[in-house]
């Protein structure tokens, strides 16, 4: 998979919308379980290894993306029910950077 323009795509759909022409490919050398290779064996034609892994690939790599992504919202400022409770909020905030910035310049 990849994403574009925050689209999702799979690795074919990206060979299909996205100009991989210059693109380059390097041989690696891993290390897998052998139960594993013989799920690839069994399942992946041939000729399809290559593309399969490298699909594979990508798909954990999006994962690991979105949920580090989902992490970070989690981390977010809360939400506020009352517009009191957002205020204060906002206020304390402003405070801690004035009082950091007073600090910096010497004040």
Do not use: Q
């Amino acid at each position: 998979m990849c994403i574009v323009s925050s689209s999702i795509y799979t690795h074919k759909e990206c060979e299909k919308n996205m100009d991989v022409s210059d693109s380059t490919t390097i041989r690696i050398n891993i290390t897998v379980p052998r139960w594993l290779v013989g799920e690839l064996e069994r399942e992946v034609p041939e000729r399809g290894k290559s593309g399969f892994i490298s699909e594979a690939i990508e798909e954990k790599l999006v994962r690991k993306k979105r949920d580090k992504a989902l992490k970070e919202v989690a981390n977010l400022p809360p939400t506020f029910k009352d517009i009191a409770d957002g205020k204060e909020y906002i206020n304390k905030i402003r405070k801690a950077e004035d009082v950091l910035r007073r600090t910096r310049l010497g004040l």
